[in-house]
């Protein structure tokens, strides 16, 4: 059964950094690519950055200079380095593969906040 895991999120004041991690498990057909969302209170689900398994990254512009997406081990874990970190950048960040289907982890929730 394949999982996503995500870690990483807590509190942080605006200016700062947290990375974020999403640990993948489980056996994976042609994965396509793999990303972070995140969902603002009161907002909808957004994209934030996805990498796909030709090597290419997309960011929003939102994001863009300050966040970077990056895969580990194989492509089994991927990570978000936020930096310059901004209240508006408060959410939950959910991980998202997409292979054959779609896969969604639980979220984290990122505060930022003096």
């Known amino acids: 059964q394949v999982q996503l895991v995500e870690s990483g999120g807590g509190l942080v004041q605006p200016g700062g950094s947290l990375r974020l991690s999403c640990a993948v498990s489980?056996?994976?057909?042609?994965?396509?690519?793999i990303g972070w969302y995140r969902q603002p209170p009161g907002q909808q689900r957004e994209l934030v950055a996805t990498?796909?398994?030709?090597?290419?990254?997309n960011y929003a512009d939102s994001v863009k200079g300050r966040f970077t997406i990056s895969t580990a081990g194989a492509k089994n874990t991927v990570y978000l380095q936020m930096n310059n970190l901004k209240p508006e950048d408060t959410a939950v960040y959910y991980c998202?593969?997409?292979?054959?289907?779609?896969?969604w982890g639980k979220g984290t929730l990122v505060t930022v906040s003096s």
């Open positions: 998202k593969l997409d292979a054959l289907r779609q896969y």
């Open positions: 489980g056996s994976i057909f042609r994965v396509n690519a």
């Open positions: 990498y796909t398994f030709g090597g290419t990254s």
